[in-house]
């Protein structure tokens, strides 16, 4: 049997999200509830809290999405849902909604790897945002968000090598907790990301962990930590005058270890296309230092539209259809996992 149209399901942490996906990886839509506010006074998100609003927000959600696309069940072929990796009591009112509602409309289903999800983004396209031009795999991606920092070669479907992750802290992470000190707010990669347009980024001389180091790995607690006790060093007006070189610099130190392994890799590889994905692909800077670094290697770099970087539903849609045409469905007793199955990805040297 061909699937065609899948409605997928996205809660692997603060994101509810569904969505109405094609098989060529066209979204007819896409539908996410944020629950930034909900997390913001603990400058985190708190797992409970999470799972809670999962299931206030899901079933609405889906029956908006319904509505809104004019769709019932009878032009929905199956279901996909991220069932891993990724907070267990978020995943798991996904996962529970997901075997329900395929039992109920009698359709198949199949949980996904919310990280391979990431890594297949660049297929999707919308009536606002048409599919990149002669895109195909394989490919280098860096996969950045709050709870994630991996560089992969994308071979093909189901092929995934990781070159190296992070050992610590996610890149998102790192400037959360670093907008946390400076009381910018959560999440505060996008205030570091503003105020770090008018700073200067040479102001402060902070670490880059593991630059230059013979491995595509990251490390940013080094650099976290020695940027909050900078700022730990300084008076409360001392930190208001130099907010904007604070950010800047930090933000500067980020970008140039993301760009140094991404660059390593690439000369290593010689992968002439290299995606960026997750939440952090939207900070200004790095997209200035990658599309200048790729125009003059003359790379192709494709950056998804940002809806479909951050968490999202639609990309689960589209890795799962892709796997549910090759034969793949799971059984009623699948259970989320916090961690990825050992055989999802090829996996790097550790150091
Ligand atoms: O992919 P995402 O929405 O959710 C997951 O963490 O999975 O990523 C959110 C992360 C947060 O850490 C946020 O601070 C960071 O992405 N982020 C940014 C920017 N926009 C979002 N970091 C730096 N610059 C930005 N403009
Ligand atoms: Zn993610």
Not at 55 to 77: A, F, N, S, V, Y
Not at 250 to 273: G, N
């Amino acid at each position: 049997m061909s699937f065609q149209t899948v409605l997928a399901i996205e809660t692997s942490c603060d994101d509810t999200s569904v969505a109405i996906v094609r098989r060529d990886g066209f979204v007819v839509s896409c539908l996410s509830a944020n629950q930034d506010l909900a997390h913001q006074p603990f400058g985190g998100v708190v797992p409970e809290i999470a799972s809670r609003n999962h299931t206030l927000q899901l079933l609405p959600l889906i029956e908006e999405l319904l509505r809104k696309t004019k769709m019932d069940w009878e032009h929905i072929d199956a279901l996909a849902v991220t069932s891993r990796p990724g907070l267990i009591g978020s995943l798991l009112v996904g996962v529970v909604t997901a075997k329900t509602l395929a039992l109920a409309k009698n359709k198949p289903f199949l949980g996904v790897n919310h990280l391979e999800a990431h890594l297949l983004a660049p297929f999707l396209h919308d009536e606002q945002s048409p599919a990149p031009v002669e895109f195909d795999y394989p490919y280098l991606a860096l996969a950045i968000s709050g709870g994630h920092t991996q560089l992969y070669l994308v071979q093909e479907l189901g092929k995934y090598q990781v070159l190296g992750r992070t050992v610590d802290d996610a890149a998102g992470e790192a400037f959360d907790k670093f907008a946390k000190i400076l009381g910018l707010g959560f999440p505060g990669g996008v205030q570091v990301d503003r105020l770090s347009m008018t700073g200067n980024p040479k102001a402060y001389v902070f670490p880059r962990p593991m630059k230059g180091e013979d491995h595509f790995h990251f490390s940013f607690s080094g650099l976290k930590a020695a940027a909050i006790r900078r700022v730990e060093q300084m008076s409360k007006d001392e930190v208001q005058m130099n907010l904007k070189d604070l950010c800047a610099s930090f933000q500067e130190a980020v970008v140039d270890s993301l760009m140094d392994r991404l660059m390593r890799a690439e000369s290593k590889y010689h992968l002439r296309k290299i995606v960026l994905t997750g939440g952090v692909s939207a900070n200004t800077r790095l997209r200035e230092v990658a599309s200048a670094w790729a125009k003059k290697n003359k790379l192709s770099l494709v950056i998804p539209p940002i809806r479909y970087c951050t968490d999202n539903a639609a990309m689960v849609g589209y890795a799962g259809l892709l796997r549910l045409n090759r034969g793949e469905k799971s059984e009623h007793d699948l259970s989320p996992t916090a961690s990825s199955w050992p055989n999802d990805f090829i996996e790097a040297d550790t150091i």
